[in-house]
């Protein structure tokens, strides 16, 4: 899977922007960040979806996420609606 086509939990994206799962949840919700749905509730993030996010809202971009370095697959950290 190509680095942009990386799957990503609300967990990375909250440790990566040091918040709760919740406030991910919220930027979600408020349509600031694209997520989609798996069938059992949780959230998934594109890799390319959260650079877009982050260059939107003057965030810094790790290295270690352009890399892919210290990603775990996704399973498990997922957040429920």
Aim: charged share 20%.
């Amino acid at each position: 899977m190509a680095n942009g086509d990386r799957r990503l939990t609300t967990g990375h994206i909250g440790r990566y922007c040091h918040v709760s799962r919740g406030t991910v949840l919220k930027w979600i919700r408020a349509e600031k960040l694209h997520a989609y749905v798996l069938p059992d509730g949780q959230y998934r993030i594109t890799q390319a979806a959260f650079m877009d996010f982050l260059k939107a809202y003057d965030m810094p971009i790790d290295e270690e996420l352009l890399t892919g370095a210290g990603q775990a697959s996704g399973a498990g950290s997922g957040s429920r609606a």
